[in-house]
């Protein structure tokens, strides 16, 4: 387990379509963190479990968009209904659960799925 | 929303010079981290201050924090033409990070 894995690398969908993405994190790692970054822009948060619960959601998390995260494992990512405004890099993280208190650590992030939406 | 801010947006500097990217937020927090991210590449954590501290190495890499400024600043000595990429400074408050628009720094050779 030499980091956090995202498939598929690249996706090219129609407009309309449904998209999944799945993250596997760290296998030791309790969270699990989406974000997106649109080009030339820092990411942003989209939601984060702790094990299988989604404790979070930002509202940038429209009804379109769903994530699970079963057996508190692998994570999947899916929009529905996909609009060209959707097409971004979607990153996912994992850490540890005490990552900010004393002992703290940094996310570690997958390499991406990149959307486009044509 | 992006708390942070980093400044410059843009810096080209040559080989073995020193490059300097501050980063400004709004709020409390816990911590501060800077990721880097190559062109289309995920982002790799470089180092992380805690709120508590002021500053802070790592090889290369110095940062520091002034929370009663609510700033940080990365500074990167003796650059090499590998450290061309974007640079994010995140705040951590609560259970997530927030991260500001990054700086992208081209190292010429």
């Known amino acids: 387990d030499t980091g956090v894995s995202q498939d598929p690398r690249h996706k090219i969908t129609k407009r309309g379509q449904n998209v999944t993405f799945r993250c596997d994190p760290i296998?030791?790692?309790?969270?699990l963190y989406w974000y997106r970054q649109t080009l030339g822009q820092g990411p942003e948060f989209l939601t984060y479990f702790q094990n299988e619960a989604q404790l979070e959601k930002s509202r940038l998390l429209s009804d379109r968009f769903s994530a699970e995260r079963p057996k508190g494992s692998f994570s999947t990512l899916e929009i529905q209904r996909t609009e060209q405004g959707d097409s971004a890099m979607y990153l996912c993280a994992s850490s540890p659960t005490f990552s900010f208190g004393t002992g703290s650590w940094g996310y570690t992030f997958g390499s991406g799925t990149r959307l486009t939406v044509v | 929303s992006q708390q942070g801010e980093e400044d410059p947006q843009a810096l080209s500097i040559q080989e073995g010079e020193n490059a300097t990217m501050n980063c400004s937020y709004k709020t409390s927090i816990n911590n501060l981290q800077w990721y880097r991210q190559n062109s289309g590449r995920g982002l790799v954590h470089l180092i992380l201050?805690?709120?508590?501290?002021r500053e802070k190495h790592s090889g290369r890499l110095r940062v520091t924090l002034d929370t009663s400024k609510k700033s940080s600043s990365l500074l990167i000595t003796a650059s090499r033409a590998a450290d061309t990429a974007s640079y994010f400074c995140a705040t951590a408050a609560g259970n997530k990070l927030t991260f500001g628009g990054g700086t992208r720094v081209l190292v010429k050779p």
């Open positions: 201050i805690r709120s508590n501290e």
């Open positions: 296998s030791e790692h309790n969270r």
